[in-house]
């Protein structure tokens, strides 16, 4: 029997991983020409616990999402070892659903 620290851990992983699987990295986009009519995207509400990286390059920043594949595959792998153990922590109240929000 895992202790319930482990338990825990395990829980926060899996919600984590749903939430970079399925949530949206940021709540809006938006598009407006700059100075001289070139498109320019603004991102509203980003969720920071999805970025991987950030970057100053000319003229603004670059933000480095995690991969979404990355975090279902990861997903999968856990089903696999264990799959009720997932499909119940899944489901689970307090399980980050995108729907929630």
Do not use: H
Request: aromatic content about 6%.
């Amino acid at each position: 029997m895992i202790s319930t620290d482990k338990q825990e851990l395990k829980t926060e992983v899996v919600q984590g991983l749903r939430r970079l699987a399925f949530d949206a990295p940021a709540k809006g986009v938006r598009t407006e020409p700059d100075e001289n009519g070139a498109p320019q995207m603004y991102l509203e509400g980003i969720d920071p616990f999805q970025v991987a990286g950030l970057r100053q390059v000319k003229g603004g920043v670059e933000l480095q999402f995690y991969s979404r594949i990355e975090a279902m595959m990861k997903l999968l792998e856990l089903c696999e070892a264990d799959p009720g153990d997932l499909l119940e922590r899944l489901s689970a109240p307090g399980a980050v659903w995108a729907e929630d929000e």
